[in-house]
């Protein structure tokens, strides 16, 4: 007879699951042996054990994200469900449908103290959308069942809490009987279409506007036809959040890309004249890059209820899948013939993409440019690449120099204390689609956080991948430095190094002990020759860029308090003081001369503000 361990894992696979990211333990010792003889007999889950628990969470986020799947991670009892909490966390806040099993002490001694012995539901009931420990072999379906049904519905982490004694009971059939639920495996649909007068009336709020912008958002995925398609109707321009951009292909001429610190001008342009704004699939969290209050009528479609109407005071909130939506929405909106706000947007960023090319060709003494790095890596991504970053300074780079073409992916965790998920995140797509390329770009302190040990996962399964090129790019400046400008611009701060110091580390060297690539890049002028190199080579390649920690992320808009707390920063002994003041002015140098020159050329925007 099969036991309860035997039974979760053909449900898992009933839900469509065929790959976990695990961990083993002795507190999930009888679920992690049932796992093994599965495996044995051909009929198993692939198993990912990666070298930390947390990198296990972060990866099944990663794996709902790259695939539209539900992500499973396993570990054992306490401490090793305790390490998962924030990439369950990464999971609640980009509301990703993710499933963990951790294992528990015997039901038997559970209140005695026992090693190990925790509250689990206790303790996950903040992250989870359902949290349900087995107590019974009869309960083991239903809670299955649950926890993947409201894990899709929700959008959110589900975890499953399984006592070592239970999993090892036998599991009987279930036969009607008072108190005992016999549940279904049928996945959920959650394409869901609003009233008819729903979508006359955000018809009618559209086809009103003369000025129409679309916030899109990663709860776009899958939209991208829907989404351009509307747009073209009725002359909008289009914004991606930041994790959205493989959203809209970056070749549409009136995709201004990001908003806010890490977007561009021509996105904050469009917040600053629509009078119509369209949220479709956002929750975008900075309500001080959106319109005025007034300014514009909005509407908002998203499966999340509880966040909709919560940035911007929306005028209707539509319930609702964004590509059915969209779809039934399409034929109620007219084609409208002035396209002239369409048409400067388009125009704007142009500009804007002249600006950025300046801004990776400038030179500064202390190291490589960032942004050149990020620059040359968009001109050589294959087509169908899949990149990612972490939550660093590689942020604003990936945000302003990367365009995904259509067919890329791309993807970081939104939550940003997550900020060392570049690897997991890198390592989980390529198990997703072993087939494409994938480039981690990640910062020096980020990569010793959680991307050095993953180079070893990544050497112990490089041979399961179709394709075995994967590239991880190193900011190596030996410095947190998102979070050096952070205390600048923000608290007006001087930058402490006895905190924001990263021990150099010879990152190629160690690239190289493990039978990879490494390039090491210490020129402006090789940069465009190491990734020629790196994507000519069939494998692991590493390139460590030893780059200047003080190029400014200058925001699109540099605002009197931006300038006034990096001021107050330098003046209280900041200890790379000259060489900030002297990078920031020729970062801003450089934007004016662009600026100057379109307004020349095309004579469209006084930018004085």
């Not at 990198?55 to 305790?82: N, Q, Y």
């Not at 942004?371 to 300074?393: F, M």
């Not at 040990?453 to 190596?476: A, G, R």
């Amino acid at each position: 007879m099969a036991n309860v361990s035997d039974f979760v894992i053909q449900r898992i696979r009933e839900w469509g699951v065929s790959r976990v990211f695990a961990f083993p333990g002795d507190g999930i010792g009888e679920f992690d042996g049932a796992l093994g003889a599965a495996q044995r007999e051909g009929d198993g889950l692939d198993y990912i054990r990666p070298t930390h628990e947390e990198i296990c969470s972060l990866m099944a986020t990663a794996h709902a994200k790259f695939t539209g799947e539900v992500g499973v991670c396993i570990a054992t009892s306490s401490p090793g469900a305790f390490h998962m909490l924030n990439g369950l966390y990464d999971a609640k806040s980009d509301n990703q449908p993710v499933v963990a099993i951790v294992g528990q002490q015997a039901i038997s001694s559970l209140g005695t103290f026992e090693q190990q012995e925790d509250n689990l539901e206790r303790t996950m009931e903040d992250v989870a959308v359902y949290v349900q420990t087995i107590v019974t072999p009869q309960q083991a379906q239903a809670v299955v069942d649950t926890a993947f049904r409201t894990a899709l519905v929700r959008l959110g982490p589900a975890v499953i809490v399984l006592p070592h004694d239970v999993q090892g009971m036998d599991m009987p059939k279930l036969e009607p009987a008072n108190g005992v639920s016999r549940s279904s495996s049928a996945a959920p649909s959650i394409s869901i279409v609003p009233p008819l007068a729903e979508i006359e009336k955000a018809a009618e709020i559209i086809n009103a506007g003369a000025k129409v912008t679309f916030l899109v958002g990663h709860g776009s995925n899958g939209a991208t036809d829907e989404v351009l398609a509307a747009a073209k109707l009725c002359g909008a321009g289009v914004i991606t959040a930041l994790r959205a951009k493989q959203v809209v292909p970056s070749d549409v001429p009136f995709h201004t890309q990001q908003l806010g610190l890490l977007g561009t001008r021509p996105s904050q342009h469009q917040m600053e004249g629509c009078d119509t704004l369209v949220l479709l699939g956002t929750n975008y969290p900075y309500s001080q890059f959106l319109p005025e209050s007034g300014q514009a009528r909005a509407i908002q479609v998203d499966l999340k209820p509880e966040q909709m109407g919560l940035r911007y005071p929306t005028e209707l909130n539509i319930w609702g899948d964004v590509k059915q939506t969209l779809l039934t929405l399409i034929p109620h909106l007219r084609q409208k013939t002035d396209l002239s706000w369409q048409d400067g947007i388009a125009k704007d960023m142009v500009e804007w993409e002249n600006e950025m090319q300046a801004q990776a060709m400038l030179h500064y003494s202390d190291g490589v440019n960032p942004r050149r790095v990020y620059h040359e890596l968009n001109q050589r991504l294959p087509a169908k690449a899949i990149v990612t970053c972490d939550a660093g300074s590689t942020a604003d780079w990936y945000g302003h120099h990367v365009r995904l073409r259509d067919g890329m992916m791309g993807d970081l965790s939104g939550r940003l204390a997550s900020m060392a998920a570049a690897m997991p995140y890198a390592t989980a797509a390529k198990f997703a689609h072993s087939d494409r390329c994938v480039v981690c770009t990640i910062g020096d302190g980020a990569f010793q956080m959680l991307g050095m040990n993953e180079l070893i996962t990544v050497k112990k399964y490089l041979s399961k991948w179709d394709n075995p090129q994967f590239i991880v790019l190193v900011l190596h400046n030996n410095d947190l430095t998102q979070v050096s400008w952070e205390m600048r611009t923000e608290d007006a701060n001087p930058v402490w190094s006895v905190s924001q110091d990263v021990e150099s580390v010879d990152y190629a060297g160690w690239a190289e002990l493990l039978g990879f690539k490494g390039i090491r890049v210490k020129s402006d002028d090789d940069v465009a020759a190491a990734w020629d190199a790196a994507f000519a080579h069939p494998g692991v390649t590493l390139i460590d860029a030893y780059t200047s920690k003080n190029v400014p992320p200058l925001p699109p808009k540099i605002t009197v308090e931006f300038a006034t707390n990096t001021a107050k920063a330098l003046l209280h002994r900041d200890p790379d003081e000259l060489d900030v003041i002297r990078d920031s002015a020729k970062a801003v140098a450089s934007e004016g001369i662009e600026r100057i020159k379109g307004k020349l050329n095309i004579g469209q925007h006084n930018d004085d503000r």
